[in-house]
């Protein structure tokens, strides 16, 4: 019978070969947690855009599915959004803890100027994409600017990321992560902060082309309204006016309206729209002399577009003119537009637009208000043509009854006289009038 053989000792396993599946598992790991980051990245992208085209033209779900989306991934603790107008940096939406949102929106609009030479916002000005401080307490700002301290200190912010929005060459605003432990972020998670930045850019870019097709359609419809106005009612400027101060002020978000019409040697208010009781009935009783050197008169004779940003900034208001005076201080007015009305180079009247708040009118809006007022242009020009065929036509139709009646009243002028003074009163609108031969 034969005996059982002994069992072989296992074989040992290299030293070598435990470090090599030791490092081979490090690997897969790595491998596995890239790929789980790469997807959650995707997932994350692919839901912003579908945010982006299920709201066009309105950016606020856009950055705020945007900011929850890169802190969350970046391990930030706080995430903002600010746009650039040119001036200053303002929060146009954050994510995080609501009372750091909270403590951002009191501190309103960084400006440009106030910002430090070497501070994150100066430098992304200045033409930087990306600024990385890994612990804000080392900066510059930090040591020497209080004010730059308390604020660092009051959000318990260490480690920093600015990535700038950038259309081309133009700066369009920030998006900026933070967190309380000095840790720098890694290049894939800045990568992953520009790539979002790249994709609020397309946003705003959508908007911004939204805004300017609907802004066109809207002003394109309120020409056409104006122009079937002015069609509907040939000689009536009453209606055309009122059309015209409506769309303008409904277009440039602006509160009162009122053409002012040259009438000899004054200038007085022909239509108001917007203004209440007090300052309509100043508007209506004001006469302006043509050659006097209120604005009003000076825009219309030299035919020029006044747009002041302050009224109580102007040289009219400081010099007491009752107009200026009075549209301050009693109608709360702040900006205004005058535009012209001119005819070749006859200044016809003015068309101007008031806001309550001091908000400049944009390059675009006075654009649109000299459209109106070539409009009103045309309107009055139509008016005087219809008006002197009119009167041509009546004058002809005087000349002809009164010549019928001479025909059939040979030797008789009474009823020639009659007539003659009853078309002469009509026509030159007299009360009464006679006719003698005495010297």
């Not at 296992?10 to 596995?32: H, K, V």
């Not at 994510?95 to 929106?105: F, M, N, T, V």
């Not at 990568?191 to 609907?214: G, H, K, S, Y």
Request: aromatic content about 6%.
């Amino acid at each position: 019978m034969r005996s059982a053989r002994p069992a072989r000792p296992a074989a040992a396993i290299p030293a070598n070969s435990l470090e090599t599946i030791a490092e081979l598992r490090r690997e897969l790991a790595q491998a596995r947690a890239e790929r789980d980051e790469a997807l959650a990245q995707q997932a994350a992208t692919t839901e912003v855009l579908q945010v982006i085209n299920s709201s066009p033209g309105d950016l606020v779900p856009v950055f705020e599915a945007m900011l929850a989306k890169v802190r969350r991934l970046s391990g930030a603790f706080q995430g903002a959004l600010r746009t650039f107008d040119g001036e200053a940096f303002h929060l146009a939406a954050a994510d995080g803890e609501p009372d750091q949102i909270a403590r951002l929106r009191e501190l309103g609009p960084i400006q440009l100027g106030d910002a430090r030479s070497g501070g994150p916002f100066a430098l992304i000005a200045r033409g930087e994409r990306v600024v990385h401080i890994a612990d804000l307490r080392e900066t510059e700002a930090y040591r020497n600017d209080p004010v730059a301290r308390e604020r660092i200190d009051a959000r318990g912010s260490r480690t920093w990321l600015t990535v700038a929005l950038r259309k081309e060459e133009t700066l369009l605003g920030v998006i900026n992560v933070t967190r309380r432990e000095v840790r720098p972020f890694s290049e894939r998670e800045i990568a992953l902060v520009r790539n979002f930045a790249a994709q609020a850019v397309i946003a705003m870019e959508n908007a911004r082309l939204i805004t300017e097709t609907r802004e066109a359609l809207e002003q394109q419809t309120a020409t056409a309204e104006v122009l079937g106005i002015i069609n509907s009612s040939p000689g009536d400027l009453t209606p055309v006016f009122d059309a015209i101060l409506e769309k303008a002020l409904s277009l440039c978000s602006a509160d009162f309206g009122c053409m002012w019409l040259r009438d000899g040697d004054v200038i007085r208010a022909g239509a108001i729209r917007g203004a209440g009781e007090e300052f309509t009935n100043f508007l209506l009783r004001e006469r302006v002399p043509v050659d006097s050197e209120m604005a009003v008169a000076r825009a219309v004779r030299e035919r020029f577009v006044i747009h002041q940003d302050d009224i109580r900034n102007g040289e009219y208001y400081r010099r007491g003119y009752p107009l200026a005076v009075f549209s301050a201080d009693k109608a709360g007015i702040r900006s205004i537009l005058m535009v012209p009305l001119s005819k070749e180079e006859t200044g016809l009247g003015l068309l101007t637009i008031y806001r309550r708040e001091i908000k400049p009118f944009t390059e675009k809006e006075i654009a649109l208000v000299e459209n109106f007022a070539a409009q009103a242009v045309i309107a009055m020009e139509n008016a005087r043509l219809i008006t002197e065929t009119r009167e041509a036509l009546e004058q002809q139709t005087a000349t002809a009854e009164v010549l019928g009646v001479i025909n059939s009243s040979p030797g008789d002028l009474a009823p020639v006289f009659d007539a003659m003074l009853e078309k002469a009163m009509h026509l030159c609108g007299a009360t009464f009038g006679y006719m003698t031969d005495e010297i």
